[in-house]
């Protein structure tokens, strides 16, 4: 039963084109016209309840009562298990075997190895730039990041993986991205042909861990782990494609969205250019409390463009959320993106802030954000993010003057995670010292 007065129909044109295309920008729209409220949406398959609300996100993220699993829904069919999509007991084995891998991870080693990467993809960039101008930034940013989780967490060299490995990844996660949250009919041609792609990369990928296991097992005790653990919902190269994608993709999307973000504040970013030529190079973990508004930058583009935009639960038996009853089966999509705007929480919440945060240092868990989710499936790389994102754009500021090429704002994407449809692009000029 339904005790909310109407639905919103996302069946009928043009909201439903844009639900297809770009459902991010449905997000958004909702959260500035709607803020605080949950509704009801009816899709082409089916009643979804979009949860704007904190109490409300909360009540699902936080899950005391054990009513709602995590929603992978195609996605899952097409992947299988992974500490990502399992639930239960199998979710518990799952973590158990990464988590003390994941937060052991120094910050000193972060700030390290992501000042090596991603002063690597900044000199990319500015060669590219010579050539063209502006340059297309999110390739090498999400290479910078992916390069480094792989080193942080896996305890592997990227170059292992060989060049393709990561571009195939992240076709397939774009191509079954939707597949999260919203129901797809696999039998319909057009994803069949789809699917047939996912599937061909799919096997690529796995053909590629097989072949080059030997080597990750002798570069990484964590990975000779994994290969040799008993636990029977463990399968090797699904996790290891897991890790990675979970660790670099929203990374990167949160370096892109808040270099997007300085580039349009000229004065912002001298300001913060200033503070950084004060600090000798490289950079140490202890300097990253000298620019605090750079911390500030971080956490502002976060809260405005969350990396993973929305959360999908799904009920295991009827209950209640705020004033709308749930049966047993109904979805849920958490929208971080609402949440974030929480006006209660947050003046302005529609306008992006530079001093929103400054002096609040690089805090996990901060209450009134749910960029890194919360509860039980809380982002166990928050810290190595946090980190890793001002330690990236210290490199960029450091070395380049960014400006941007289009005021105005492409289409959101929601691939693997929320970036612009045509890419970020940017203008980057090297810094004379
Ligand atoms: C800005 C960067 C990041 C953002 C915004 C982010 C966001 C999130 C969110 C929202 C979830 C929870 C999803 C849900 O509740 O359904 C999650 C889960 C997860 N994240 Fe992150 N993440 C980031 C970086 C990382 C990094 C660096 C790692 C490192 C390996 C990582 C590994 C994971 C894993 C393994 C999970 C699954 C947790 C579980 O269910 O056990 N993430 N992330």
């Known amino acids: 039963m339904r005790t909310i007065d109407s639905a919103i129909d996302l069946c009928v044109p043009p909201l439903s084109d844009d639900w297809l295309l770009d459902p991010c920008s449905i997000f958004y729209s909702l959260a500035k016209e709607l803020p605080g409220e949950d509704v009801w949406l009816d899709t082409a398959v089916g009643q979804l309840l979009l949860l704007q609300s904190s109490e409300s996100a909360n009540r699902v993220l936080l899950n005391k009562d054990r009513v709602f699993d995590k929603y992978f829904g195609a996605h899952y069919s097409v992947f299988g298990l992974s500490r990502l999509t399992a639930n239960g007991d199998a979710w518990r084995k799952l973590r158990d075997l990464s988590q003390p891998k994941i937060t052991s991870v120094t910050k000193e080693n972060v700030v390290a190895i992501s000042q090596l990467q991603y002063r690597a993809a900044v000199n990319r960039l500015l060669a590219k730039a010579t050539r063209q101008c502006p340059v297309e930034m999110d390739e090498d940013i999400d290479y910078a990041a992916a390069a480094t989780i792989a080193e942080l967490v896996l305890g592997i060299d990227s170059e292992t993986l060989g060049p393709d490995f990561l571009t195939d990844l992240k076709i397939l996660f774009s191509l079954t991205a939707a597949m999260n949250w919203q129901d797809i009919d696999l039998e319909h041609p057009q994803n069949v042909e789809t699917l047939h792609q996912v599937k061909l990369r799919i096997q690529k990928c796995r053909s590629k861990l097989a072949e080059i296991r030997p080597q990750l097992i002798s570069q990484s005790p964590f990975i000779d782990d994994l290969a040799h653990s008993d636990c029977d919902d463990l399968d090797f190269a699904n996790e290891l494609i897991t890790l990675l994608v979970a660790g ?29 030529l004060e600090i000798p190079d490289p950079i140490g973990l202890d300097d990253l409390d000298k620019i605090p508004a750079l911390q500030a930058v971080a956490q502002e583009a976060l809260r405005m463009f969350p990396p993973v935009p929305v959360v999908g639960r799904v ?18 999509l958490v929208s971080i993106i609402a949440v974030n705007q929480n006006s209660g929480a947050f003046e302005n919440p529609l ?28 982002c166990p790389g928050q810290q190595i993010a946090l980190v890793e994102i001002v330690t990236a754009l210290a490199e960029f500021l450091r070395m380049t003057n960014i400006r941007v090429a289009n005021q105005k704002l492409a289409p959101f994407s929601f691939g693997v995670s929320l970036r612009r449809k045509s890419g970020h692009s940017l203008e980057l000029h090297p810094v004379s010292r």
């Open 315 to 332: 009920a295991n038996s009827q209950t209640q959320i705020g004033k709308s009853a749930i049966q047993a089966g109904q979805r849920v």
């Open 248 to 276: 670099y993709e929203t990374t990167a999307s949160a370096i892109c969205w808040a270099l997007q973000m300085l580039a349009r504040a000229t004065s912002e970013q001298n300001r913060i250019r200033a503070q950084l």
């Open 351 to 378: 306008s992006f802030d530079f001093n929103r945060f400054e002096g609040t240092g690089l805090r996990q868990n901060q209450p009134m954000l749910k960029s890194f989710g919360s509860g039980n499936r809380v």
